[in-house]
């Protein structure tokens, strides 16, 4: 078994396939909770907990499931998961509960964590999965809560549920405002990734171009001797 | 023969002197008459608004295309007078109560996000003004939808108003229980007396602007003028067969500014004659029904929604190119 990458899964999960922005998946709870940035928090840690937990047995059990009844088994998994963090969140953390609602046993259906069982944890081993779920989820909740954050600044004049000031953007708080946000991000996120695609392939350019005349010097040299 | 040259090139074909910057001049000259009436009504803060608001409209432009990186030369070259009236009519829809700082935010969003985005003049999918006009409604609902101000003669002149009836205009006052409008229907004619935005209290001003626009061949009058016609039909049909609501309906609100000034506009308006027809009627049934259900002036809501199915009547509605022959049905193939 080959060894597993973990800075390419580190950066694949944060930046270079943010579940959110690049892959575009789970948008409903995004769209919807964004209007705090705490949501973001809260349900980027619901998400992310469920996401390492089915993602290790997931991984553990991937021998064992039966390749035809693969999508029950890992539903299975997964609703085990977000029952436990249901009860514990209703128990410990009732305020974020509220709020957080009917999306929460929503997780259930989140196509993030169903994405990273079928694509990632059914094909490598233990601790790659767990990374895996691990990055995903930060990059769900660094997205989540940047969201929240803008549209709470915008729309309610406050952060973290601190009144900055006393000038609200109702457009922002409301969901037209919601699926103007998302893509703003979608468009700024790409632009920045492409940006560093060009500078990395001016670098290689300039590498080989440099590597290219070395060569022609050296047969140059060559020649002459 | 073999010596001359051809000259080639693209359509069109047929040119005329008459250019966007042009139609956009005579369309801020036919704004102007309601612009002073509103003036004239709501005193100096109206003119500050109005000022403010083109200002801001065309201050967006200018900041924009200077990010993507035109030349300062280039933009003052290329500037076509539409974010004038994205001003204008951002203004005009406004209370005079408004902030200064609405028309500032609503412009930036009408012409950065609503126009500029899409890809500038001719290309932009909804109208600029209407949008940018629900945007700060949607955003400032406290200060833009209370404290209306009813307009006053005098007030320019620092005098009182003449009929202090504040607040609720017939709008308000309520389609469903078809009562005895509060106003005369010459007092709506006029807009004295009647609470409402800047520019849309004056219905004559507003008609003269669009007669002036449609000698000077800006735009047709089927559009205005079939919404119009089936708004107040409609109002009719539903309160009832009363038709005592006919003038009240038409008159009030920003149905004379929406229809002549709005709906017509060219890039969110259908390409065929036929398409305009189904575009007005439909504008009018969504105006009438909304109005009457929700008892608020739904004018700038019924035009974003109908901007929205222009592309779908233009797909279905196309005319017949020159020369083609409607194939038989059931002939030999």
Redesign the interface.
Known sequence: MKKANFKKIAVDGVVAQNPTLKLVLGTCPTLALTTMAMNGIGMGAAVTFVLICSNVLISLLRSVIPNQVRIPAFVLIIATFVTIVRLVMDKLLPDLYESLGLYLPLIVVNCIILARAESFASKNGVLASAADGLFMGLGFTLALTLMGAVREILGAGAIFGIVLWDF?????A?S?GAF?TYGVFIAVFSLCQSLIQKKRAKKEYQLSMASQTLDKVCATDEEVK | MADRIFAYSSSPHVKNPRTTKHIMIDVCIALAPACIMGIVYFGYMAALLLVVSVLSAVASEFIYLLITGKKFKQIIQGFDYTSCVTGLLFAMSIGVQTPIYVPI?GNAFAII?VKMIFGGTGKNLVNPAVTGRI?AF????SVMASGWVAPSIGAILGGSSINPLTGATVLTDGFATPTVASLSNLDLLLGTGLAGCIGETCKIALLIGGVYLVVRKVISPTVPLIYIAVTGLFTVCLCGFDFAEFLPSILSGGLILGAVFMATDYTTSPNTFVGNIVYAVMLGLITAGLRVSSGKEVVSFAILIMNLIVPLIDKFIIPRPFGYKKAKKGGAN
């Open positions: 609200q953007i109702g457009f922002f409301s037209s103007f | 935010i996000v945007f949607i955003s400032f609902t």
